[in-house]
């Protein structure tokens, strides 16, 4: 039977889907779950949930635990990669830094949520060494990456080692508010959405076999204005209305396509974000899951994940399914290890190797596509050609963004990451970025980086 | 014999240099040159200067001289375009109006000289017309396009015609200031330059046989900041000190190769170009050939030589052989011309096909590199891979502006128009820059453009 290791696994939120997930997967049973994290305090929380929820659903799983990475790796099948190195107050400390310079929300305001601090150097350097360790140990496993960034990650694992990587997001899933803001049946859609993590866009909508942006359309010619008026927009939480937010609307109207998911914000053009009143205009009453006021709820909503969680487990009589339910979370890794294990079937919106899939992309970047499981291999959809005016204004400035990083990274490359910053629509002089990076690469989290990146 | 057609002749500089080359290549005597130009009475006199030029010379050329472009082209082996639709007061006047809008020296204000108004419109337009006329009247002959922008244009014309083209540029020649100021003898150097029209780099540069950079990184450690408090560099022309001016030795240092003439102001970074103070840190006194001072400079020595033809040429005894001398003017178009005609060997530096020239480049983009002509046919350098950072920073960046060119010039994209003012990092709000783009297509000489861009 499968044995699956979880990097990272002190994180309530992806943790108890997961376990969830794997209690509800009887054809995975009889496996072993390997649930690794540096902190073992959270280590220790979640595995006495695994334990007890497992029990509680007479799930057939082994859950054991260690804090040594390497020993985590031993015999295992697929590695499920979650961590986010030093958790989230160094970068929240590195965006106060840049806002200094005046760089409002940080360097790159609009991939605040998995930029992961100046180049990105904790989360590479991890992802290196964990898929380094993976050739070594357990060469035939799956790495499944879900840390961010994950369409920097995905690519440079592919490229630079020899393991089988995927990346595994569940952003797509926003398409549903759409499906659901026109009252469609969601057995009767269709859709397929493409691009990069945090950067796709929906190439097909099917209902009942016809093209279904005309009904898009409609929604949007007679009905957007109300809904912005809306209790359910006005009151939402900041990520949940961001899909139908005015930035939807108005990056369809300009790209062509509707964009899905994170790519709100991600992939949204500077002049949405220059300012809190702007990103209110744009994303919805809390200016969306960037701004000041979304990222301190989405802080303060893991928080509270994570002390819900402490808390159950320390009262041996709480009825934990009761708590958390027993449904499957909708998460897409322990389906993908499920098809992959067993020789299932499964349809899953992955990060793999473009190869041709978008035809107007090169090969060796990692693309968001669906994808069909069979044979214990996964099958890009093929998309054919993005729209050329998404392509040139963000596809291939992402690219770039992307291909920057990583060569910064991998040559250690100083001059590439002040130059970075120098491409920020915010920056205003050379002296001034050059000051940030200094001060950046000065903070003590940083020691580590400021030795790697030389001039 | 050939016969050769400059489309654009009355511009005095080119037609000058032309005729003199031309009447120095016993091997093509016997030729006939067709002068074509809307302005007649521009036409007439370089027509007159071109008929006693020869006559002096004694050289036995045949010019021809006609305002009906088509008819220009029949019998035509090769083709010059040197044109500038319109003029250059269109583009100065789009420059007043961006200048107005926070946009310093204009839209894209590093390429200013080449840039020809909003979208690149006329231009690109007349390039087209032109090459799809030759496909239809003399389908086997060369196009030498030399007008600007050759990148965009030569690409332009590559991609969509079955046209033979070339494009031409002399600002290479910039190499052999280095060379002078290291105080080498010219015979013994070998160079090489790569990347796009106004945006080369030195590729190779050996001394007898040795690499030459280490006397280049002498010269910037011992001498460069001498010769920057030099007469002959605080007083010299805007275009002739740029080549080692500070901005020169910055780029080297940031890209890791010396950027070669108009690559200067071309392809610098935006830091460069804020105002006129930092333009005169960066290029000298002047602020170097794109600033206020130093347009205004090239603007008036171009009125110059216009008026000293005119007078010249009204003077049935004066000397024009004395006037403008018989050397040859260093240009490549001639030297091309007789080389393929007379299948002779030249090497020269174009701009043609990638098609793996320079390896880490597309193969469908237009490159300027060294070539060896022979057999009649242009054979391109092998250059390899240029560094990453210059490739990552310059060259995508500017491939990526070429091709949003042509895109919204093919497709009559406005919003791309748009997307690409927007991206211009002076751009500081949607509203303003959409502003500037309403008033530039809204100015007289635009009503074509106008109507060609749609939202």
Chains 1, 2 share one sequence.
Not at 68 to 84: P, S, Y
């Amino acid at each position: 039977m499968a044995q699956i290791c979880i990097i990272g696994a002190g994180s309530a939120v992806f943790s108890t889907n997961f376990v969830r997930d794997l209690c509800g997967t009887e054809s995975l049973w009889g496996g072993t779950i390997v649930l690794m994290d540096v902190n073992k305090n959270r280590l220790d929380i979640v595995h006495t949930f695994a334990s007890r929820f497992s029990r509680e659903t007479k799930a057939d799983l082994s859950f054991k635990r260690t804090t040594d990475r390497r020993k985590a790796l031993e015999g295992a099948d697929f590695v499920i990669c979650t961590v986010k190195v030093g958790g989230y107050e160094p970068m929240e400390a590195e965006r106060r830094i840049a806002e200094r310079h005046g760089f409002y929300r940080g360097i790159g305001d609009r991939v605040s949520d998995y930029y992961g601090g100046v180049g990105a150097y904790h989360q590479l350097k991890f992802f290196l060494d964990l898929a380094r360790d993976m050739e070594e140990i357990c060469p035939d496993a799956w790495l499944i990456e879900t840390a961010n960034p994950v369409f920097e990650g995905t690519t440079l694992i592919a490229r630079e080692t020899k393991m089988k990587v995927v990346g595994v997001c569940h952003g797509h899933f926003a398409y549903k508010d759409i499906v659901n803001a026109l009252g469609l049946d969601h057995e009767s859609v269709e859709v397929h959405m493409a691009g990069f993590n945090h950067c796709i866009w929906l190439t097909q909508f099917l209902h009942s076999g016809e093209d279904a942006y005309p009904l898009l359309d409609e929604w949007i010619e007679n009905s957007a204005e109300n809904y912005w008026k809306s209790e359910m927009y006005l009151k939402g939480l900041p990520w949940s209305v961001e899909q139908l937010s005015p930035a939807a609307v108005d990056m369809y109207r300009m790209y062509g396509l509707f964009p899905i998911g994170d790519t709100l914000r991600s992939a949204s053009p500077w002049w949405y974000h220059s300012d809190l009143e702007t990103k209110k205009r744009y994303f919805g009453p809390t200016g969306g899951f960037d701004s000041e006021i979304g990222w301190k709820t989405y802080l303060k909503l893991l928080e509270k994940s994570q002390r819900k969680m402490k808390k159950l487990v320390s009262k041996p009589s709480a009825s934990l399914t009761r708590a958390y339910g027993s449904a499957p979370s909708g998460e897409q890794h322990i389906p993908l290890i499920d098809a992959i294990e067993n020789n299932k079937k499964a349809v899953l919106q992955l990060n793999v190797p473009n190869k041709g899939a978008i035809r107007n992309l090169p090969d060796d970047v990692t693309v968001e596509i669906p994808t069909k499981i069979s044979a214990r291999r996964i099958h890009g959809a093929q998309i054919g050609k993005l729209p050329e005016r998404l392509t040139l204004y963000v596809m291939m400035p992402r690219i770039l963004m992307m291909e920057r990083t990583l060569q910064a990274f991998l040559k250690g490359d100083k001059k590439s990451l002040l130059l970075a910053i120098l491409n920020d629509p915010r920056a205003r002089s050379f002296e001034g970025c050059k000051a940030l990076l200094d001060e950046l690469l000065a903070q003590p989290w940083n020691i580590e980086a400021a030795a790697h990146y030389r001039w």
